[in-house]
Every structure is written in structure tokens, then in C-alpha cells.
């Protein structure tokens, strides 16, 4: 068998690339793969919300701290230590959750090419 390392699919040991994904598979099963990154929140609040759809969408989300300022002795740990925060998920969900990731948000490139298609004018 072979598994391709994105989206974990199993294959045929014949089978070179990832049908869905286009990478080269592996000969080794898949295990201990480490989480991957699907958000960078530039605030903790969407970080959080983010993860929450992807929970109710059935994918196991964590969120993790991409940049703690280490509380100092005698500051208040509630303070605002923690100012972005990153979302992972396990690799066999990762292509699931960018496109969740995506949906709201078009990057620039797919609004680009929306506005070309629909060429609106909502001045
Ligand atoms: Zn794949």
C-alpha cells in the first residue's frame, strides 16, 4: 500500500501521486503525523471562533499560542499575554479545514477573479 501524505488516502502500491491531492505518495503508513497549521489568528477571538467551526464541522481543531509574551514575576498572568493564536488540525483533516478555512474569507487571488466574473458595481 502506499498513502499519501496530505490527506492520508490510501492506495494501490502502483499508484505514484495523490489523485485529490497531486503529491507523491509514501510507502509508510501515516502515523504520529504532527497537527498542521490551517490559521494564523491575528487575534485570539477568531482563532477560537474559527476552531469552533471546525469542530461543528466534525474536525478535531486546536488551538495553540503563536506568540506568548512569558508572564514576568509580579505581572498579572491575566493580562493580555497572549496575542495571537495559531489553529491546527490533525493532517488527515487539514485539506478539509482549509477549505472551511477559506470560505469566508476569499484570499486576494479568488476575489479577483470573482469580481472578473461578475464584474458587479455596488457603488
Ligand atoms: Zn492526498
Redesign the pocket.
Known amino acids: 500500500m502506499s498513502w499519501?501524505?496530505?490527506?492520508?488516502?490510501e492506495y494501490e502500491v502502483e499508484v505514484g501521486t495523490?489523485?485529490?491531492?497531486g503529491?507523491l505518495l509514501s510507502r509508510t503508513p501515516p502515523v504520529n503525523l504532527p497537527p498542521v497549521l490551517v490559521y494564523h489568528g491575528t487575534n485570539a477571538n477568531d482563532a477560537q471562533i474559527l476552531a469552533a467551526t471546525l469542530r461543528g464541522e466534525g474536525i478535531e481543531a486546536f488551538v495553540g499560542a503563536s506568540n506568548i509574551s512569558l508572564p514576568q514575576a509580579g505581572t498579572n498572568v491575566n493580562d493580555n499575554t497572549v496575542s495571537e493564536l495559531d489553529v491546527y488540525v490533525s493532517a488527515s483533516d487539514a485539506?478539509a479545514a482549509r477549505a472551511i478555512v477559506l470560505e469566508p474569507q476569499l484570499s486576494d487571488e479568488e476575489l479577483t477573479s470573482a469580481e472578473l466574473s461578475t464584474e458587479e458595481s455596488e457603488e
Do not use: K, R
Open positions: 499519501c501524505p496530505e490527506c492520508l488516502a495523490c489523485a485529490d491531492c503529491v485539506v
